[in-house]
């Protein structure tokens, strides 16, 4: 197992970020004939969740590109669901909390509870031995970029046993001598099905009229006029190998934890700059059970997330509203990124141990008879940056290389959106309203300013 530290801790998090929401913008009224279309590479949360806000406001045509057979077989479809509004660094508050309400508002508008099982959640600590206070080590803390519980503490009420009781789920098995405490504040987390939410995005983008390639790999920038800016790419079926070419003066890179081989391919040749990105993987095994002690959410309420620490590695436990748990927590950065998503194989001493931990700590009675029922196993990568916050930005036509240019301001360009690390899900619809307002030249519901291009240049080579 190996952990990573990413930059995710309350502190920073500024009052006049924490109550953003996005209006949808008017669609363009522009009566141009130009070519502004936009492919975007990679059919994740991220691509899905950008190319549904820019559906919304834009006429132009929208192309989502994914060379898996099969959507969703990625951490946006494998991931636990977690959401979180205040767990992280600066850079990211204003991005975090602009997307933990905007999945509310989504929620309410589309009854999510129904269509993606999206919940409020209570957020828990528990260690399974009392532990020094001073010391103990929390199954949340690589969340946290190495912050302890104590700065955090004090912004929490302190709760009786009585309501600490109230608040600790009856699936989770307690020990003599064990220690339960709330960590997140009250409205400040809550939990959905990842691949569920994905499908509604793809399914509002699609009936607004995006068109979805799957099965094919855009091989070529192609060039067009006197000052040969990008007018379209070339595409590759994977399985039979016939090329077409898309029109578009937008390119978007959101391939996770491939998008730099997509970059490799369109661009690492001929930039001068940046020849390889800075995203690697860090694997993760999870599973999915039922447990004859949850039943599911009463009128949506009653999910938890429970951060533990086990012998091997650090648990994270979440109820789902349809009465289904998941478990996962056991990652490393050693299990190599298969080439397609869709070619993860899940290993089976890994899960061996999660399915261990799990009949521990969800088990019953002290035998840890095993009455759980394993509904699913997964294996997925989280895209990271080596400086632990996401790359949303425009890239530099300079950095293209080449001399490879793109039309100006709103008419074109070339974007990445990836690195989400252990926070994609949380950070999926903010991320998908700022790309789509960036690409258009609007105005920006948070502030990005941090997540620039310029920290990936020499960071790899
Ligand atoms: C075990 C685990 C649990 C997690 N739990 C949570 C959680 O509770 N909360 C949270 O906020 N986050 C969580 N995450 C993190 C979250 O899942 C990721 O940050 C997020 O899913 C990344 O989304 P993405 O769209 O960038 O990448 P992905 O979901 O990996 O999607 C990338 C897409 O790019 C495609 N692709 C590959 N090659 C190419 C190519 N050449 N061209 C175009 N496309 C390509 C792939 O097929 C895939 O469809 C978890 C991650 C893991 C591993």
Not at 7 to 15: C, H, I, S
Not at 67 to 96: D, I, K, Q, Y
Not at 370 to 381: P, Q, Y
Not at 432 to 459: N, T
Request: proline share 5%; hydrophobic share 40%.
């Amino acid at each position: 197992m190996s952990s990573v530290r990413l930059a995710t801790t309350k502190v920073g998090t500024r009052k006049s970020d924490i109550h953003l929401t996005y209006k949808a913008p008017t669609m363009s009224s522009t009566t141009t004939t130009a070519n502004t279309d936009t492919v975007i590479l990679g059919a994740g949360i991220i691509g899905v969740s950008t190319a549904y806000y820019l559906s919304l406001s834009s006429s132009s045509e929208i192309h989502l590109i994914d060379p898996s057979p099969t959507l969703f077989w990625s951490a946006s479809g494998f991931a636990g669901g977690f959401l979180a509004r205040n767990w992280f660094a600066p850079e990211v508050s204003s991005l975090g909390a602009l997307s933990f309400a905007e999945h509310a508002r989504l929620a309410s508008a589309h009854d999510g509870r129904r269509n993606w099982s999206y919940a409020p959640s209570t957020s828990l600590g528990y260690s399974a031995v009392a532990a020094d206070k001073g010391v103990k080590k929390r199954g949340d803390d690589w969340l946290r970029s190495g912050t302890s519980r104590a700065e955090a503490a004090p912004e929490l009420p302190v709760l009786s046993v009585e309501d600490l009781k109230k608040k600790t789920p009856a699936w989770l098995k307690r020990r003599e001598g064990d220690d339960v405490e709330v960590i997140g504040g009250e409205g400040d987390a809550a939990q959905l099905e990842p691949e569920r939410l994905c499908r509604f995005l793809l399914s509002e983008a699609e009936g607004r009229g995006v068109k979805v390639s799957q099965g094919a790999e855009a091989v070529e920038v192609l060039r067009d006029g006197p000052e040969r800016v990008v007018s379209s790419v070339r595409l590759r079926d994977v399985k039979t190998g016939e090329e077409r070419e898309v029109k578009c003066s937008r390119i978007i890179i959101t391939a996770g934890c491939w998008s730099g081989h997509v970059w490799e391919k369109l661009f690492g040749a001929t930039s001068p700059t940046v020849k390889r990105l800075p995203v690697t993987s860090l694997a993760g095994h999870s599973l999915v059970v039922k447990s004859p002690r949850w039943a599911g959410a009463v009128d949506g309420e009653g999910c938890h997330a429970v951060y533990t620490s086990h012998d091997v590695f650090c648990p994270e436990i979440f109820s789902r509203v349809g009465g289904q748990i998941y478990f996962a927590g056991l990652n490393s950065a050693a299990v190599p990124l298969p080439n397609v998503a869709e070619g993860s194989k899940v290993r089976s001493e890994s899960m061996e141990l999660v399915k261990q931990a799990a009949r521990e700590l969800l088990g019953s009675g002290d035998d840890e008879e095993d009455d759980l029922e394993v509904v699913r196993e997964g294996l997925c990568f989280r895209p990271l940056t080596p400086w632990g916050l996401p790359i949303v930005a425009r890239v530099p036509d300079e950095h293209l290389g080449g001399g490879i240019q793109t039309k100006p301001g709103a008419e074109g360009g070339v974007f990445l959106a990836t690195g989400h690390g252990p926070w994609g899900i949380s950070m999926s619809l903010g991320t998908g309203i700022v790309m789509s307002e960036l690409v258009q030249g609007r105005p920006l519901s948070a502030d990005i300013s941090a997540l620039g291009f310029e920290k990936v240049i020499g960071k790899a080579d």
